[in-house]
């Protein structure tokens, strides 16, 4: 996914707006009746499908004084009064969790690197306290009827941390002791799933497994390696070769099996985009969660310079190709979602798993900007929701990446959100 670029340059904060006097903070169409214990299944037990936003490690980077998620309570409650019944959150694992030497370290400084505007993550350098954070949201998410997916990028964020990131047992261990951590709190009443590790096995930040694959890119030298080695042949390589795809398997369900152990009444499993779908075992998963966008139909004009959020570029005449090509092709680019999403259906109703989406459907990134509008991102939006629903084992649908309070063009629409949350909860 190109969200690899943005997990280092991560959109321009511009605020959210309070859209009518219904969802003014202290006016609130919510109350703390909504803190009466609600029963929440697992994913996997769901049967209506969830209209889920994801909102990566914004929640957390942005919760500071100017930041678009400075009030908790106000972006929940415009959340919910958009229709939106769960969130995908980055739990940030690898810093609740101690280090090597059992140390807990409460708060973490997040340096910003350069000032160009990021589209996820934080605008200003600023520091954060992950454990305080979580205790603090998962209430209020319960309290506006919101429930909680569990994820995340394993992305360092400019914080002067490393040993987790290298240490063999480190994604492991980040996610027992989270999760020991809110158990011991009693805050995973909510939690729905948790997602190990954002679109696996690529763009997040675990050095050890990336140096795992890299030792598996030449077959022939890792034989020579590990003469002992026992090496199979896979279906559906898609840009990993059966070495490393057989550890991908491995590495993956062994981790959700002992977490399973643990935690035997959560779900697990890992979000997969384009790169894996052919050749991944999902047979410990508890739901195929597979991301898919327009622009992997082929190359589209715009986006590529859109990715670059270069001020100098003329985006008046990038937006005016984009939707030129974007008419052109439509009903071919509209087919190839189709089958996409037939795959991923029929791939999970093999495994008699559910399946959803919380990242798509037209472009990866996208930005508020005077020659950009979000006309395509809705439309999109309508179309790929509209394509899902069409399968009964798709259970929860995202409406874009593009659902935080700092891509303000998007979240001024109330109207459009509640229109497209209706028709997936319907």
């Not at 569990?150 to 964020?157: A, N």
């Not at 030792?215 to 059966?242: C, H, M, V, W």
Request: net charge negative.
């Amino acid at each position: 996914m190109e969200r690899r670029k943005f997990i280092k340059q991560t959109s321009a904060g511009l605020g959210s707006l309070m859209v009518g006097s219904s969802v003014a903070h202290g006016n609130s169409m919510f109350n703390e009746n909504r803190l009466q214990k609600m029963q929440t299944i697992p994913i996997s037990k769901t049967e209506k499908p969830l209209a889920i936003a994801m909102w990566d490690f914004s929640w957390i980077l942005r919760h500071h004084r100017y930041g678009e998620f400075e009030n908790w309570d106000k972006v929940l409650e415009e959340l919910a009064e958009r229709g939106y019944n769960a969130i995908r959150i980055d739990a940030m694992p690898h810093f609740v969790a101690a280090e090597s030497d059992g140390t807990i370290v409460e708060e973490f400084r997040s340096v910003k690197d350069g000032w160009q505007p990021p589209l996820w993550g934080n605008y200003f350098t600023m520091s954060f306290r992950p454990r305080e954070a979580l205790l603090e949201f998962l209430p209020k998410c319960r309290k506006y009827g919101i429930k909680v997916g569990l994820s995340t990028w394993f992305s360092r964020h400019g914080t002067s941390r490393h040993d987790i990131f290298f240490d063999e047992g480190g994604l492991l261990r980040a996610w027992n002791e989270t999760l020991s951590f809110l158990k011991e709190n009693s805050m995973l009443d909510n939690v729905i799933y948790v997602d190990i590790l954002n679109e696996y096995p690529a763009w997040h930040g675990f050095d050890w497994f990336k140096n795992e694959l890299n030792k598996r890119s030449d077959i022939e030298q890792f034989k020579l390696n590990n003469p002992e080695a026992n090496i199979q042949e896979f279906e559906g390589r898609t840009g990993y070769n059966q070495l490393q795809i057989e550890f991908c398997n491995d590495f993956i369900n062994q981790t959700i099996i002992t977490l399973k152990q643990e935690y035997p009444d959560i779900d697990f499993f890992a979000s997969l985009d384009s790169l894996l779908l052919e050749g991944i075992d999902l047979t410990n998963f508890s739901a195929l969660d597979f991301h898919i966008w327009f622009v992997g139909w082929g190359k589209i004009p715009g986006i590529a310079e859109i990715d670059l959020i270069n001020q100098t570029l003329n985006y008046k005449q990038i937006n005016a190709d984009l939707y030129t090509f974007w008419k052109e092709n439509q009903e071919s680019m509209i087919k190839w979602m189709d089958g996409r999403i037939t795959t991923v259906s029929t791939k999970a109703a093999k495994n008699k798993i559910i399946c959803g989406n919380t990242e798509g459907w037209g472009p990866i990134s996208w930005f508020d900007h005077p020659e950009l509008d979000w006309k395509w991102v809705k439309e999109s939006g309508d179309i790929g929701v509209e394509l899902a629903l069409k399968h009964d084992n798709y259970k929860f649908l995202c409406t874009s990446n593009f659902t935080h309070p700092q891509f303000q063009g998007m979240w001024e629409d109330v109207k459009w959100h509640r229109q497209i949350t209706n028709k997936i909860k319907a």
